[in-house]
Structure formats: structure tokens, C-alpha cells
């Protein structure tokens, strides 16, 4: 990788949102993902904070060009960490965590889109298969906001089909974690 690179851990997993070049699976140490509830909308927004101990798979993948402009207008709600130490490529690299600025400290009323779930649920199937998307789960914090039933008519625009095996892996895991729905 020459161009600078960027670590996916949520939707980014998910092959079909995007055409990032060279997406390849990686490991991220010290990071755990947590929901965030916003200014910006009445849906929870997938972050990261910083998590001794704690690793995280997802994807890299190249910013062709090292042109940041359209993830960073696609990750707006962001602001873009610089992890080329920890992440370990051979290029610079950047994580992107929901900025403080539009961080609410009640969550009331801020639930997961489960379009958006079946999203990032899809890609962590897909690319790391039922071990990565039980890490997923495991390595994710703040899922007592709750999901919002919205896979019949998807909010999220980014909405894909799932499969039956994929929707069953979502379904089991929200059981699992007696995640409110």
C-alpha cells in the first residue's frame, strides 16, 4: 500500500458500500467499538474509543490518491485518527471516530438501525464469517440503546439485501446479548 490507507470497522467491512481499493482484512489493538447517540440524527452512530486490551478486526483499504475528501464527506459525523503506528502498514493510516462535538451524553431515544446492523453484520460475515461477526458483537459496547426494526422499509442508505444466514446471524446475536427491539 502507498496511498494512505483507512481501518473499516463498521459499514466500511461491507465490500458492497464502497469501492475502496486493495480492502484487505486487518486487526486494530487498543480500540473497542461503542454506539454514540448524536446531534446529528435520532439514530446511533458506530465509533471507536480508544481500549487497552482490546483488538478489533475490520478492513483497510487504499484512499486512492491519499485524496481523503470523499471519505471524509462520507464519514462526516467524524473525525479522522491518525493510527499508522498502531495499525502497522506500510503507509499512513486513519481510524475515524464520531466527533465530541456531536457526542450526546443521554442516549435516550437514539436506537441502532437495523438496516444499518444488517449492514455491518453482512460485511463482517462475508469477510470473516461467524467467528468474525460473534467478535463483532463481543468487541462492541452500548447496545442497550436498543435497535429499531427498520429492515422492512430501510432508513439507512446504504441498506443491502441479506441473506437467510446472514439475517439469522443478526437475529441470533441481538438474542445472545438480550439486545432491546
Known sequence: MNDPAFFGYGSLVNLATHAYADPRPTRLAGWRRVWRST???DAAFL?????PGVTLE???ARVPGGDWLALDEREAAYT???IS???GLDCSAAVYRVSDRFTLSDPN???ILRSYLDVVVQGYFRVFGPTGVTAFFDTTEGWQVGVLDDRAAPLYPRAQILSDMETAQVDHHLRRLSVPH
Open 39 to 41: 446531534t446529528l440524527r
Open 47 to 51: 465509533s471507536v474509543d480508544p481500549a
Open 58 to 60: 475490520g478492513i483497510a
Open 80 to 82: 479522522r485518527i491518525d
Open 85 to 87: 503506528e498502531t495499525l
Open 109 to 111: 431515544g437514539h436506537m
